[in-house]
Structure formats: structure tokens, C-alpha cells
């Protein structure tokens, strides 16, 4: 039985976890189903990459319940494959999350692994206890900013030339 704290915070998604490093706005925006995403040309690209880096592999996607799993190997390892070329704290947080999931929801003690298929590189990722306390107060902050009444402001960043929001922010 979870307390009411940790049930809210094991309502988000693995995507949400990732805007929320990438950019609040993003991550409020996308979080009131304004999701523009299916339609944005990156999206696609990394499907694509997804699917041609990992065709000799038995990538088989986990859903349980509101996280999807790219591939589980073997020994409980949960893998995330990106197609970006810098390993970022959004693919952290994301998949430490799927890790945090499994153990509060299924008593499931899993390692992940972070694949870049492009860099040709595997990174290790553990749930220890400084990062479950660390992503217990991001969660709490990813929910108290889907609850504000609006988005915050837009800020310029590089990653703005290929956000889906581009137009609803700069248009
Ligand atoms: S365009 Fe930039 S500011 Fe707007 S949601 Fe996307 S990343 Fe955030």
C-alpha cells in the first residue's frame, strides 16, 4: 500500500519525466493533451532508427500500465534506446524512473541500461537510494508544475528549432 504522495507520483509517464529536463513548458503543454508530437519529423526519424539499429535484436516493447519499456534483457535489465548523440539527464531520470515504477508498483529490483545506438554506447543505470530521494522531489515538482493554471514562459533554447511547440512558443 503507497501513501497518497506516492501514488500521484507514479501517475506520470516516462515522457513527462523527460520534458521535465528538457523544458517545463514542454512538459506542461504536452501534459494538457496538447500533443503534437506523432506529427513532428524527429519523432519519426528516431522510430526509424529505432526499429533499423535493433532489427537483428528480439526488441520486443514493455507496456505496463503507463510506462513503455523499449526491451527487457536478460537479468531484469530494462533498456531505453536513444537516437541522440549526448547522453542526457532526461534519459536518466526517465529510465531511473521506470526503474522507481517497477520496484514501488511490482516489487521489482531492475537495472537499466541506456543504448545509443549512434554514439555505439551502453550506460549502466542504478536505483540507488540518493536517487530514489532525488527523483522523489522531482516527481513532486513535475507535479506541482502540471498544476499550475498556465505554462511557464517560453525560454529560448537550442532545442527549440526541432520542439513540436516550436510555433505555439515562437510562431
Ligand atoms: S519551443 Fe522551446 S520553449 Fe517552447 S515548448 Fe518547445 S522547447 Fe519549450
Known sequence: MFSDN?????????????????????????SHNMELESDSDLVLLGKLL?????????LKEVEI????????GK???????????????AHVYQLLYYLYFLKKTAS?????????PLL???VDIELT??????????????????????PPEAEWKSYCRNCAYKELCWG
Open 6 to 30: 506516492t501514488d500521484s507520483i507514479l501517475e506520470f509517464t516516462g515522457t513527462q519525466v523527460n520534458y521535465y529536463f528538457v523544458c517545463k513548458r514542454k512538459l506542461w503543454l504536452f
Open 129 to 150: 537510494k540518493e536517487k530514489e530521494s532525488e527523483l522523489e522531489s522531482i516527481l513532486t515538482d513535475v507535479s506541482s508544475i502540471i498544476n499550475q493554471e498556465k
Open 65 to 72: 500500465d503507463r510506462i513503455k519499456i523499449d526491451f527487457v
Open 75 to 89: 537479468s531484469k535489465e530494462i533498456h531505453e534506446v536513444k537516437r541522440s548523440r549526448r547522453i542526457e539527464n
Open 50 to 58: 529505432h526499429e533499423h539499429s535493433y532489427r537483428r535484436q528480439p
Open 120 to 122: 555505439k554506447k551502453k
Open 108 to 116: 521489482i529490483n531492475a537495472k537499466g541500461v541506456l543504448n545509443y
